[in-house]
């Protein structure tokens, strides 16, 4: 029988579920190890921030006084933003370029055509003498 993934060719189909569940399983157990043993959301670290103690999360709410830091800081997500938006220009650009190289590409089973130029520029790669 023939898959469409080659990865798992000559398995039987059951062998490949229980690898998966297997696998599964073992993610989530090391999860739950790595937790302590508790999963539930009462046992995670919470801090409690208040503004009337000047505990943690205090300055946010009183708001940055120093106008440099401020400038720095709008500067940095400036500078994420405009970096985010040109690595999606990137991604889009080579899948597209890479979707254009794969259209022009020969199949392996298909013949080969006389149009053919061999890699070193000489001759005819497509005809057989």
């Given at each position: 029988m023939s898959y469409e993934t080659p990865d798992v060719d000559g398995y039987s189909p059951i062998s490949v579920l229980v690898s998966a569940v297997v696998g599964v399983a073992v993610a989530l157990l090391?999860?739950?190890?790595?937790?302590?043993?508790g999963p539930f959301y009462e046992t995670l670290f919470r801090v409690s921030p208040t503004v009337e103690g000047g505990g943690v999360g205090s300055d946010w709410v009183a708001g940055n006084t120093i106008p440099s830091?401020?400038?720095?800081?709008?500067?940095?997500?400036?500078?994420?933003v405009i970096m985010g938006v040109f690595i999606l220009f990137m991604v889009f650009l080579h899948w597209a370029s890479f979707r254009r190289i794969a259209a022009r590409m020969r199949h392996p089973d298909e013949s080969e055509s006389g149009d053919a130029v061999m890699a070193d520029g000489s001759g005819s790669g497509?005809?057989?003498e």
């Open positions: 090391s999860v739950w190890w790595a937790s302590g043993f830091l401020d400038f720095l800081i709008a500067l940095v997500h400036a500078a994420d497509g005809e057989t």
